[in-house]
């Protein structure tokens, strides 16, 4: 059974840099896209990016775009978040899941993920 457990979360000021991690065990994520998400209190969930099982096809939220990149190393069986020029309002429970159709060419944060992680917290504060 797939299992994801992201790490990397914690506290940062404004215009700092963190880089999640979304590791696997128990399969590979060889063959699947895998999406980042994030929830702040009182809000619902958000998709902040995707990327295709290729790697190849990357997809980010408007209010991420130029601070946000994702990238995957499948020998490492690992999907990561880098984040610069944090803001206050990127302060959330980031989870990453996974795009249960194989081999897709493309990615998106609007498909229905599945095999989510606990999330780790990153908050972003002076």
């Known amino acids: 059974q797939l299992q994801l457990v992201e790490s990397g979360g914690g506290l940062v000021q404004p215009g700092g840099s963190l880089r999640l991690s979304c590791a696997a065990s128990g399969s590979t994520l060889d063959y699947y896209g895998i999406g980042w998400f994030r929830q702040a209190p009182g809000k619902e969930r958000e998709g902040v990016s995707c990327i295709s099982s290729s790697g190849s096809r990357t997809k980010y939220a408007d209010s991420v775009k130029g601070r946000f990149t994702i990238s995957r190393d499948n020998a490492k069986n690992t999907v990561y978040l880098q984040m610069n020029n944090l803001k206050p309002e990127d302060t959330a429970v980031y989870y990453c899941?996974?795009?249960?159709?194989?081999?897709?060419?493309?990615?998106?944060?609007?498909?229905?993920?599945?095999?989510w992680g606990q999330g780790t917290q990153v908050t972003v504060s002076s």
């Open positions: 899941a996974v795009d249960p159709v194989p081999v897709r060419l493309m990615c998106d944060m609007t498909y229905e993920y599945n095999n």
